[in-house]
């Protein structure tokens, strides 16, 4: 990973529909140069894919929350298998710590997120915070 290289990740992070003559300019090489260059990194799986950001609350969701979960013996298996099949879940971490688990979730409203807690609790103990705020949103990793 070279210094041009990390630049062109920051103009992609900032916008990945940047054109790379745009990027090109920033970086001071030509668009078939950057175009290469990215493609090194797609195949490298150090740029593992493109994404589009859509509000939650714009989107019809009024709550998004984080849920710990500390799984009944037993259960951990079963649940990283059935959590994939939630649509309210947005991200999900295997962590250390008395809890096992800690989801981002998008909510309709509160009865929605009683329900998908009374799912939860065939499989643990659950924790819920209401996120009130963003205070980092989409952070650019910086290369190494």
Do not use: W
């Amino acid at each position: 990973m070279d210094s041009i290289n990390s630049m062109i990740l920051k103009c992609l992070q900032e916008n990945a529909r940047m054109s790379n003559s745009e990027i090109g300019r920033r970086v001071g090489m030509s668009s078939p140069a950057v175009s290469e260059r990215i493609k090194k990194m797609e195949d490298a799986e150090v740029i593992e894919g493109y994404k589009t950001f859509v509000s939650p609350f714009k989107s019809g969701y009024q709550l998004k929350a984080l849920i710990t979960l500390r799984a009944f013996m037993g259960m951990l298996k079963p649940f990283l298998e059935k959590v994939k099949t939630y649509d309210e879940v947005v991200n999900c971490y295997r962590i250390t710590g008395n809890e096992n688990i800690v989801m981002e979730v998008v909510l309709k409203n509160q009865e929605h997120l009683e329900s998908f807690i009374d799912q939860l609790i065939t499989y643990g103990e659950t924790k819920t915070q209401i996120v009130l705020s963003h205070v980092v949103k989409h952070s650019e990793i910086k290369p190494v």
